[in-house]
């Protein structure tokens, strides 16, 4: 009997989990299905990348794993790495508003102040700022959204000043977009239910967080995220190493997918074809819509737009920063003539990520209005960030060493209407391309556990549509 192909389109950690999970089934089931993966870079893991360089461990891309999403953790464990788990340090983080560091307002979750106090005395809010966010305790819930922006809910529940110094430093810190026009069904939907439910996005924070540790107790050090101690691409490399000889293919960009008598004929660079009966693309967004160009419902994706970010790594000896920060890094609000967006104190919040005595530092640029700034050299960008580092501290001495990495579109928007629109593009699929799934970054979460997730699910509806 014939095997029949599953193919999956992009080796980042959404397709190689997607193979594994496969390969999984197919042998607990002996299944007649073989897996083909087929990557166009020459390494797989994506935006992953670890390297090593001088004792420093670096992350060119994520260098975390939130830890309450437990997906990532699971399948830590399966491979068997759990006793290189790491947790980050806690420590003071701070926000860069108008032109001074602040620390965050103890008791604050994604940027949402709960306990009154710390805010209060908050240097980041004129009295006014204070006044209009209390506003929370006393208005009315909204209307009734299908969705609505990010900047809109929470300027409206909280006041501007709060949005500029504190939210939307954070939350344009992990999506590298304008939160006045990313969606907040598609990444925050809980405060819209907390809205609805409780009237108050405060009240429904403090209803429906973990209750502090009771005063006595042993206060934990740890930080909320996790990675790996010799880095993320500790979790690439066992998953490629568990799968079969044979199963993935480097090297080979998909030029073209098209529908066939029998299943599917997927056109590789070369001019070659693939035959496949089931299709997992787990590439971003834009090349899942080249690839699938023939089919009207994928240009959904044309005008969903991308942002491009560099991350700059840089090496210093500890004495050559003269006045740090008692913490693990900071945010940077608008209203400042900085470039950089952030600055994580890698040394502080992982120390075993760096030598004795060394520090490191990463910092971030390309707002989403200053998209040039990642297509600069690598000497121009070096000379941007430590201008911005030493308007706050003094670094009396050049890097020992710099790594510059530019993610060009590599952080999708998720802007006002994307359920809707991955919803109709899902369902469009399912009609003309049964078989066909997408899965990844730029449809249904961006994090290292959401694209777990998408695989598993994704594995789950080709095993269903196979059998």
């Known amino acids: 009997m014939e095997k029949k192909t599953i193919l999956i389109v992009g080796g980042g950690i959404t397709g190689l989990a997607a193979a594994y999970t496969l390969q999984k089934e197919i042998k607990e089931k002996c299944l007649p299905f073989k897996i083909k993966l087929v990557e166009a870079s020459s390494r797989l893991g994506g935006v992953i990348n670890t390297i090593e360089k001088d004792g420093f461990i670096i992350e060119k891309g994520p260098d975390s794993i939130l830890a309450r999403k437990k997906s990532a953790l699971k399948l830590i464990e399966e491979l068997g790495l759990q006793d290189e788990v790491v947790s980050n340090l806690a420590g003071k983080s701070y926000i860069l508003a108008r032109g001074k560091l602040h620390a965050m307002p103890e008791g604050s979750f994604m940027g949402i102040p709960t306990k009154v106090t710390p805010f209060a005395f908050s240097g980041l809010f004129s009295l006014k700022g204070k006044m209009r966010a209390a506003g929370d305790f006393v208005l009315l819930k909204g209307p009734k959204h299908e969705d609505q922006s990010l900047g809109a809910f929470f300027r409206r529940r909280l006041g501007d000043e709060v949005v500029e110094n504190l939210i939307e430093p954070l939350l344009s810190g992990i999506y590298a977009g304008d939160i006045d026009k990313l969606s907040l069904m598609s990444l925050f939907p809980m405060f819209y239910h907390m809205e609805q439910e409780h009237r108050s996005i405060v009240f429904g924070l403090k209803k429906t967080m973990p209750a502090p540790p009771q005063k006595g107790r042993k206060q934990t050090k740890k930080g909320m995220f996790i990675s790996l101690s010799k880095g993320l691409n500790s979790l690439v490399s066992e998953l490629e190493k568990r799968l079969e000889e044979g199963t993935v293919i480097k090297g080979t960009p998909v030029a073209k997918v098209r529908k066939t008598e029998k299943g599917y004929a997927v056109r590789i660079s070369n001019g070659t074809e693939l035959l496949a009966d089931s299709i997992i693309i787990s590439t971003g967004h834009h090349h899942a819509q080249r690839i699938l160009s023939d089919y009207s419902f994928m240009d959904n994706f044309k005008a969903m737009p991308s942002n491009s970010v560099a991350n700059v790594a840089l090496a210093f000896n500890k004495s050559a920063i003269k006045e740090g920060i008692e913490g693990t890094g900071f945010v940077v609000s608008r209203n400042n003539d900085y470039r950089i967006t952030a600055c994580t104190w890698t040394h502080k919040k992982w120390p075993g ?42 670094i009396s001495e050049k890097p020992m060493f710099h790594v510059v990495t530019r993610w060009k579109q590599a952080m999708p928007q998720y802007c006002v209407g994307h359920i809707e629109r991955i919803r109709n593009v899902k369902e469009s699929l399912n009609k003309e391309l049964p078989g066909v799934f997408l899965a990844g970054g730029s449809f249904e979460g961006v994090g290292i556990p959401d694209c777990i997730d998408q695989s598993q699910e994704a594995a789950k509806k080709v095993l269903e549509f196979l059998t």
């Open 353 to 394: 990520s760096t030598p004795e005595g060394m520090a490191l530092l990463r910092c971030y640029v390309g707002k989403p209005d200053d998209q040039e700034v990642v297509d600069l050299s690598d000497e121009e960008i070096i000379d941007i960030v430590l201008k911005d580092l030493n308007k706050t501290m003094n």
